[in-house]
């Protein structure tokens, strides 16, 4: 019969709570308008420049960035110009590839991808708040529920990457 000492028993509980805490909280990242720098009033959202010619993409990816800022950061007025900070995103790729197949070797569910690249530009400290040159996020469709490619897929990566923005943004300020 093996004996496992206290030491062990207490590393063990002690990674399985930062295991389920990094889970639990993984997903309550958000930025508010406190969390921003102070002198941050307002934001000019640029339209998204696209290196794929697909306007209807980088329409939804404008309006998700809209969005965020209007949900996590309401403090922040938008404007159309001469504003304190600016962002900028580029639709670098996009791509709509089979993910799995059933036994009939029928593609079940997809896989979309996004990458883009994102900066956040305070124009009054004149300094970058956030820059990726490359930020890729992904979701998976599955047909054989009647699930579609723009309702589905690209909205949950469209999701993913305002996560992945307000995440990496609120570590670099």
């Avoid at 800022?69 to 900028?88: H, I, L, W, Y």
């Avoid at 979701?139 to 589905?152: A, K, P």
């Amino acid at each position: 019969m093996t004996f496992i000492n206290l030491k062990t028993w207490v590393d063990f509980f002690t990674a399985l709570l930062v295991v389920v805490a990094t889970f639990t909280l993984g997903g309550c990242y958000s930025f508010t308008a406190s969390t921003l720098p102070s002198h941050i009033k307002t934001i000019q959202i640029h339209e998204v420049e696209d290196k794929t010619l697909d306007p209807v993409l980088a329409n939804n990816i404008h309006d998700a960035v809209l969005e965020m800022f209007r949900k996590n950061a309401s403090g922040v007025r938008t404007v159309t110009e001469e504003a304190n900070s600016d962002f900028e995103i580029t639709l670098l790729s996009y791509t709509n590839k089979p993910e799995n197949y059933n036994s009939s070797s029928t593609v079940e569910t997809y896989r979309v991808t996004i990458r883009v690249s994102v900066k956040f530009y305070d124009n009054v400290k004149e300094r970058i708040i956030y820059e990726s040159k490359s930020l890729s996020a992904d979701g998976v469709y599955d047909v054989s529920i009647n699930e579609t490619e723009d309702r589905h897929g690209q909205a949950r990566a469209i999701e993913k990457l305002q996560e992945l923005i307000i995440t990496n943004a609120l570590a670099k300020w």
